[in-house]
Nanobody, 123 residues
């Protein structure tokens, strides 16, 4: 029932980098904020990053500030999460999500979701 299409994740060593993508489908309302969330085994789903529709506003969780970059290209209907200096604590299933209006940090605010992809960081 995924409404957004995510790239596959992968296995990376600590200190390495990985870039995830999220592709939008054709919808009536397209001016959506984009966000990334992640969930590790036994943990609550947590906010990672978000970006407004026009890309002028971005938000990051404290745990990833300075390491992750969120971006989008509305012409391509695609968004990305660039993850640098990865740590084992970043290991989780990552989800992209979209909602009309402003970017928020709350998962329940988002209407459209990707299928999720596993990112594993080894040491």
């Amino acid at each position: 029932q995924a409404q957004l299409l995510q790239s596959r994740g992968g296995l990376v060593q600590a200190g390495g980098s990985l870039k995830l993508s999220c592709a939008d489908s054709e919808r009536t309302f397209t001016k959506n904020a984009l966000a990334w969330f992640r969930q590790a085994p036994g943990k609550e789903r947590e906010f990672v990053a978000a970006i407004s529709y026009f890309g002028d506003l971005t938000y990051f969780a404290d745990s990833v500030k300075g390491r992750f970059i969120i971006s989008r290209d509305n012409g391509k209907k695609m968004g990305w999460l660039q993850m640098n200096s990865l740590k084992p604590a970043d290991t989780a299933v990552y989800y992209c999500a979209e909602r009309p209006g402003r970017a928020t940090m709350t998962a329940s605010d988002y209407e459209f979701w990707g299928q999720g992809t596993q990112v594993t960081v080894s040491s």
